[in-house]
């Protein structure tokens, strides 16, 4: 983690304001659930929601508080082991696939261990003097408790749509329709400066500020909608294998996958299970909950193709973004120059480098200033229960 | 079912007694319980508490007041399909390793769906005319009811068992040392007679009394004790194929299987998860939650064997049993003339009579008048979740 | 292994006779096979032919020569490694899923091998003084040998089977029609005398005569045919679970069966693959390659049941059998008394007493001289690559 | 496929020649094998070297033969189903994990469709007016065979080298010591020139000369040793996951990975199974065998790190390659501008874009005048079994 975060450290003030903040959102984002919503992990991916209320709680605990402060006694000596993710620096921990199977602690202990953090550090802020190694670390660690708020959205949506009785979570994180027609920038070739620079937090996979050469290209200013999905789905596209990667059409073959996540064929129409439950299909809503395989095919089947995460970040003031993220043609590789930090904040992002596609962009469920063009987000070919859309671009 | 229930049928008061005490045992075995805990299904083989809870309400709904009682609404429709385990007949239902991620409906829901059938069948047997068929459903309902109470705790002690914190249940369902010395009970060669005949309550595949041919043999008056398995194993056993089935051996490697379920070596002494928690060993306990591989190998390192079924049940009122399910040498299979019900009554038990083994007598955590000498229950053979134990036979 | 051989010991002529006999047929059996066919193991129970060809020379080499002629040179010290089945005692072994990737040694050594092996034993029986113990193991050596030949047959049947060209073997082990009329035969209650005693060989699963008291029955005196199958079939059967065990439902569902093995519907017509090739059914041929599941379905539509292994030994004398090995209702356990040798001999048997079913009779492909009523032959429930049938039996 | 074949169309007894000597290549690399050695396939990726020799030949048959010479009769219709790769266009096509099941046809037939085969395009070179779509299919036949020279190398070693008894191939094949001292070679930063364009043949994922912006970086004029590799495995990398991608973690704890493929540590020491047998290690030979995670994990323990392809193809002049593929840090995606041809051909390259890394230069397993420093080859990150090695760069 290598952001500069100047303002920060010249106002401790107002880094408490954003971290009460932060805690507060994280906790807001539950209150619509049944304690039993809590504790399933119905795939590897999705998390518990206790475990994420705990998991970026203990990240303060761990990375802050235990090495900083002197005073602080830990809340609980079990729980680094409980909820740790994947720092293996940070020690053992509990393996992944296992986290659903921890009734315990329960809800009500895991809002104790995050009331007593929260104190922790509000009291660190509030009369210490937290040193500039410090409160970059509180930086990062509001940083990653914004994007666990977006990952509980996406669990909470996987868990509650998973139920048999389609069971309403409320009106938000929804999209909108784009209502304006569709339309093609167009950008010359040229040698563009990429990468984040300058003041303000950034993740050390966006930082270095470098070139990039580009060939002339176009981009759409739109997302592709439900409508335009259904006429792919209908034209035999999840048959034809021409549209398809080799481990696309593996994913899609295995899987018995005819169409985005939630879609749901009723009577012989499409519903779509949102966070307000089963509706019907809206057709100008942009397509949500595909995997690349999927954006990569309907691309192909358009006879376009999805931008590059360059292409992407240099058109980005074009258009208008944030409803949902967008895959990339981009695998998620390393920017020149790139280091890892030493130690367990080093794991962050450097270790996912290879087998995972790059989106750009932003979602409904992002938090509030946790996006900027520069933002690399990445996750695997096959992730569908992500906030995911679908971005055209065309070569010149 | 083919029990023959002849008090029940003269009695509907005695019934409703028998009915509302083995509800309130239920819901009771489950006060030690945080909301968490009824959630999870660690494994396959063990089931969300929540879903005993219901599961057992179900059964009186669809066999009972669905059929029979014309102005019974259903609690829910869904449910049918949510708390069916493996009735076929029954219509569709939840895969079963899918359990543990049904969050809905919350614990308060199906306390409230039990308490409205616990109240319809109340109001028949107290003020309806529930005929001989009825009866006996209730009286299948509230056996049915019993085994899963026995379920409900060895669930609960998986879930809990599992907790990287060891959590306490509380003292129930503790065994006792056999305080006697070791004797061996002889019994004559000769045609015996096997299995339930007479009044009350018992399940189709224990009845049809009949005749078995027995060789001479003798049997343990008492369990195998901790302290004798720990010999076991300190003699090398896990690790001699001589004593192992081919198919337990497979177990014991692929599991890497070094101790009965709960057993933890720490720092060289062997300590127990109890429902009392993590406790040290007591070398003159029986020995609880081994497989049947391993109550075979044990029984071969011995150089004795279990006793068949027929010899258990020839021997026992010759000695005390109950605290433990004693692993038998015979595989689960009908007796002669062994019919099944028509329709989903018959899937009770039938259709399991493959690839199980019998065990005999009775546990601590059995319901009480829940147990009789001719009771056949079974389990596949690696099953180390159950209250199982050993008793040794030998021929004579 | 415990059979009493006294003619053998008598006279090593005699023997050596049955041993050339033995290792010739063998190799016989294998003269249709491409050396390509010698080498794929396409599920883990079905062995390369070049397998089965070392591996029953090797049990000589190991159990005989090794340990009995000083002067005896191992052929190659590394085949004990490549050869040896399931012996624990006898040493480390090739897993058993990976045998079709052992290439090398090539089919034209393991004919060397087998040439030496017999070539040594010869000399033993010839010119040397063999004890009654190396009597007893050639003995024991040739009935294990002749079970490889009947498994040979079933494997090679299962290697070109799923060739996609269905190329043909032979017209050898081919059912026959029985032309008589569906009879039943009656047999009294009564305490029976069951297993085997006196001359000649036996294993030692089959040892011990004793006593089992049968309820009196009828069983049939023809096999069911294909024709009887295929309405099985067409009234749903597969569809069914009311007619399954909980694993066969499993079995069928998982393995998307809805035939017999080498059961092919082309055109709405059935036709099977035999070792002559793929043919139209014949309705009147005994039905083949049934699972334990199925047989025990079948008897179930039919509203009969299979006969115990104690019932079929007990009428064995009043009906012909030998087409096929007959699936019976009987676990596969232990008789009264019964132990297992001690070493690698005492592997053969006991170790498979548990999750496998008893089939009786013999097959086309069962060696001369290698069957007697006394015979237990058992596989897993889901075995269908065998040769096995279904005779059905009623309680009285 | 796009290649510019001018030449070949000019001159298609030039064609001829390479197409003759390229057959005959082909079944040359087989000789030493033993008939049974064709058969195997030990893991998925690995084919048996006799599906090689019939698909690179049913390549011609179905591409060429079928559709441009009407008068060609097929050898074989069941061939196509047997010997299709991955070509969804061509229509079905056995399994891949099934290759090694097929015994039949065996080594002798697909030898003689073979000569058939080349008989046949010999026939329509020498006699027939082949033109240009045709000359260009023979030359993609061409290279796509020898690609799979390679792939039998690969295949063949992998299969004699999983024997337990680690047979000699021969002495072919074999890396040497590059006798020089390590060098750095500095590359200025700039807009470079990428991909192949002008005379000659190529594949279309390399096609579309393009501008690449590249900052200032060194490469080394060395493979990686295996002494040096020792040096990574001795500090303890296999046990440190700081060194490691996530999934690298994953792949060699989860495979049980210590060290490349074919090293084995007997008695202390280290030795390696090479197409000559199992020799002693010598570490001044380049580290072949490893996985990217391993190449990646070397780079990092040094301090520096693998060249993406474009750093690659850039320096390439000023350095020596060709024992080993090398390992670069670049995902493998499509060129600016990259398009599949339609139909079967156009499966060849693009759909593999996703999920595999880019190695670039040659192997001594590569078919003379099949390199070139814009070749593209690639492989999924965990692949050991290829011909791979390591070249360090550094940033400036």
Known sequence: MKGKLKEAVRNPTVLLDRFINCRFLTEEICTPLEVEDYVPQPIPEVSPPKWHLAH?????????????????????????????????????????????????????????????????????????????????????????????????????????????????????????????????????????????????FSYDNELGKHKVYLAPYKISNKLVTNGEFIEFIESGAYENFNLWHSDGWDFINNGAIKAPLYWHKVKDRWQIYTLGGLKDINPHLPVQHVSYYEAFAFAEWKGMRLPTEFEWETAADQFSWGQLWEWTSSAYLPYPGFQKAPGAIGEYNGKFMVNQQVLRGASVATAENHSRKTYRNFFAPPSQWIFSGIRLAQSL
Not at 56 to 65: G, N, R, V, Y
Not at 145 to 153: D, I, K, M, P, S
Not at 159 to 170: K, W
Not at 184 to 199: A, L, T
Request: aromatic share 14%.
């Open 56 to 200: 970026s709680t203990w990240f303060f605990e761990q990375f802050l508080l235990v090495p900083f402060c002197p005073s602080y006694k830990v809340y609980d000596k079990d729980f680094a082991y409980l909820f740790n993710s994947y720092y293996n620096n940070a020690g053992d921990r509990i393996l992944r696939p296992n986290r659903g199977l921890m009734s315990r602690p329960p809800v009500s202990e895991v809002m104790a261990y995050r009331a007593y953090v929260t104190e922790a550090v509000t009291e660190l802020l509030k009369e210490g003097t937290p040193n500039s190694q410090m409160l970059t670390i509180i930086e990062l660690g509001i940083n990653h408790e914004q994007q666990h708020q977006e990952l509980l959205v996406y669990d909470i949506k996987y868990i509650l749509g998973n139920q048999p009785t389609f069971p309403e979570y409320g009106n938000r994180f929804i999209n909108e329709a784009e209502n304006k027609s569709l339309d093609w920038i167009e950008i010359e070739e040229g040698v563009k400066s990429i990468g984040f620079s300058g003041e303000g």
